[in-house]
């Protein structure tokens, strides 16, 4: 699973209007990036996710975003 970066920063994170948005904290039992991946790979339409990790929470998106950010605590991954 890639993990978008930009030079320098280990926080890019993709910032179009997610189509579904998890919250990790609700489901449980794995690390929240494993648990993320997870609900994604379950959903055929999916295309990627930015793991916001101090919120806990998980974007889905059934589309590939276009605009990225450097955003701490948050990564963008690719499926």
Excluded: H
């Amino acid at each position: 699973m890639p993990v978008l970066t930009i030079p320098g920063s280990n926080w890019t994170c993709a910032v179009d209007d997610p189509s579904k948005i998890v919250n990790l904290t609700d489901v449980g039992g794995f690390p929240d990036v494993v648990q993320c991946a997870m609900e994604c790979i379950g959903d055929v339409k999916c295309s990627g996710f930015n793991l916001k990790i101090n919120a806990s929470l998980c974007e889905m998106y059934l589309y590939i975003p276009t605009r990225f950010a450097l955003v701490p605590d948050c990564q963008y991954r690719q499926v």
